[in-house]
Structure formats: structure tokens, C-alpha cells
């Protein structure tokens, strides 16, 4: 069985992950979500999200952002800092996140635009001589979930070569 700290804004942090360390630790420990337009422009507190103890080879980092350069940026900063993977927010349903583009509005924009965004970052992916695992958080879709919506765009995601999918299994209504 695999152990996995889930991505959890403002509190996946390093305090947590130190804390799980003292009592057996896990497989994977999943970053909060890291703004990457403000990573790549130094924000004030993303110095913070960039920690990673207590065991920096077991960090999955989880962007969001809503501009395909910046996630690409960002990938490449974090990547030279180590861990085992990167995950892309597809499901935060905040309204500022949303407002910027970024979190579950990937589901909601043109598929292509997406597909796109993922496509791009699984080049860099690709391309690293120490290869990352690319994966990504999503939810059931906007509002009320169909079938033919969420699997277009899981299928996507596949075609795109993600290796793992985090699913939060509510709509966006559903917070």
C-alpha cells in the first residue's frame, strides 16, 4: 500500500510533512498549491512552498496557474530543485483561482487550449535528463457531472501521457 499527503492548499506545507515524518512518514508528500505566475516573479511566501523537508526526493509539486508560459517556468524551477513529480491543478474551485484561469477553468476552457497547456509541459517532462512524473488534479466538471464531459476530458489528459490522476469527485457547484 502506497501513503500519499494529499495536495491541500495552505496546509501541505512543510510544519505538516515534518509532523507525518515523526509519526512514520509516507510514500509521497504532495506540495500546497503554487501559484506559478508568483513563483516565477518571487512572490513573498512562495519561498515557503519551495521547502522541502523532511525527505525532498518523496515531493510531488502542484502548480496552478492560468498561462501556459508561467506553468512552464514554473515547472522548470522546480524541477531543478528535485522530488519525484509535478501535478497540475485542473480542480481548485476558488473564485480567484478561476477568475485567473487557472484550477478546474482548464476543464472549462476549449479542450484544445488545454490539451495544449498539458502538451506543452509534458515536452519539458519529457525532456528532463531526470524524468518527473507529470500528473494531474481534477474534478467531476462544472456543474452537474456528465459522462461525456468528464471522459473527454480524462481522455485527454491520458492522450497526453499524464501518469496519474488525482480526482476530487464534486463538481465545482459542489465546493
Known amino acids: ?40 516573479t518571487n512572490g513573498p511566501f512562495e519561498k515557503y512552498y519551495l521547502f522541502t523537508a523532511p525527505e525532498p ?9 492560468g ?31 478561476v ?12 479542450i484544445s487550449e488545454t490539451q495544449d497547456m498539458l502538451n506543452r509541459i509534458g515536452k519539458i517532462v519529457n525532456s528532463q535528463t531526470t524524468a518527473k512524473r507529470f500528473s494531474v488534479k481534477m474534478r467531476l466538471g462544472e456543474e452537474d457531472f456528465t459522462e461525456d464531459g468528464f471522459f473527454s476530458v480524462v481522455d485527454m489528459i491520458v492522450d497526453q501521457g499524464i501518469k496519474q490522476i488525482t480526482l476530487h469527485p464534486r463538481t465545482r457547484k459542489e465546493k
Open 99 to 110: 477568475r485567473s484561469g487557472a484550477g478546474i477553468a482548464w476543464m472549462l476552457k476549449p
Open 1 to 40: 500500500m502506497k501513503l500519499i499527503l494529499a495536495p491541500m492548499a495552505t496546509l501541505t506545507h512543510q510544519p505538516l510533512r515534518l509532523c507525518i515524518n515523526q509519526f512514520g512518514g509516507c510514500d509521497e508528500y504532495f506540495t500546497e498549491m503554487i501559484q506559478a505566475g508568483t513563483l516565477i
Open 67 to 97: 498561462k501556459t508560459d508561467a506553468l512552464e517556468k514554473a515547472y522548470e524551477q522546480v524541477c531543478q530543485i528535485g522530488g519525484i513529480g509535478v501535478d497540475i491543478n485542473m480542480g481548485c474551485c476558488a473564485p480567484d483561482i
Open 57 to 65: 526526493e518523496k515531493i510531488v509539486w502542484q502548480l496552478t496557474g
